[in-house]
């Protein structure tokens, strides 16, 4: 359970979704509060006010997270500077935001912890990838661990310099699924299947397939050589889908330019 105070910056998707996996681990929900300017999170059964001007007196809070887009995150954290004595601990899911932009924004002894989750946090089947700076404790990264592994998995990188390739893989990685199943049901179509057909295919072969690498003790190698038969159907798919390494140049391809594009929006 969590002891500790905690104020929510932001009540979007991804802030809604990581304070309703936290709350149930809470010791009492007199320890939250939500700061939205719309109102939204009173379902929450927390306290809520539109502004930081309106936080009470005498609430402390010992974890700020902040779930606000990139855009207007350094001006919102001016109205948070009273809490930078090094007893709160900042959590930023805001992309491309580096810790020295918070550190600069709120000193360098203020614990900040930089964290990516994707979009099937939403529904408690993330992955989140996490670092900080070097003031933030033990107790306070199994927090942080416990937070967002309440919306899935959560891996600590070993620097923040990792961040930006697990963003090209994992913080944009749902869109290029989606791609793909896209890609699947259109080539379905154009075989003959119905539409409906092909979509319900399409979407069950991944979502098994997926299911099938995180379960098994076999590697993805493994378990894709188990679907191959010799000069068989899938040996055709394959052979086109690796023809001149076409398929794992794409995706190299793919993940590099979100990579770098992630370096560019944090400069």
Not at 216 to 241: F, M
Request: contains cysteine.
């Amino acid at each position: 359970m969590i002891s500790q105070n905690i104020i929510l910056v932001g009540c979007g998707k991804m802030g809604s979704a990581l304070f309703g996996g936290l709350l149930p681990n809470l010791e009492s929900k007199s320890q939250a509060l939500v700061i939205s300017p719309s109102g939204k999170g009173s379902d929450f059964g927390v306290n809520l006010v539109n502004s930081p001007s309106q936080i009470p007196q005498d609430f402390k809070p010992e974890i700020i997270l902040l779930a606000v887009k990139p855009q207007i995150i350094g001006n919102v954290l001016e109205e948070y500077k009273k809490y930078t004595d090094g007893n709160t601990l900042f959590i930023s899911v805001a992309a491309g935001k580096t810790i020295k932009f918070f550190e600069d924004k709120l000193g360098k002894q203020t614990p900040i912890v930089r964290a990516m989750p994707n979009l099937p946090s939403l529904i408690k089947l993330g992955a989140t990838t996490i670092c900080a700076n070097d003031i933030v404790t033990e107790t306070q990264k199994s927090i942080t661990t416990g937070l967002f592994e309440s919306v899935g998995m959560a891996i600590w990188l070993d620097s923040e310099s990792q961040m930006d390739a697990a963003t090209g893989l994992a913080g944009s990685g749902p869109a290029y699924v989606f791609h793909f199943i896209e890609c699947l049901i259109e080539a379905g179509i154009k075989e003959g299947l119905p539409q409906d057909t092909a979509t319900e295919l399409a979407i069950s072969t991944v979502l098994g397939s997926a299911v099938m690498a995180n379960n098994s003790d076999n590697t993805v190698i493994q378990l894709k050589e188990q679907v191959i038969s010799p000069n068989g159907t899938t040996q055709a798919g394959i052979d086109a889908l690796s023809k001149d390494g076409s398929l794992q140049k794409l995706i190299q391809n793919t993940v590099s330019a979100a990579t770098r594009r992630s370096q560019e929006l944090a400069e």
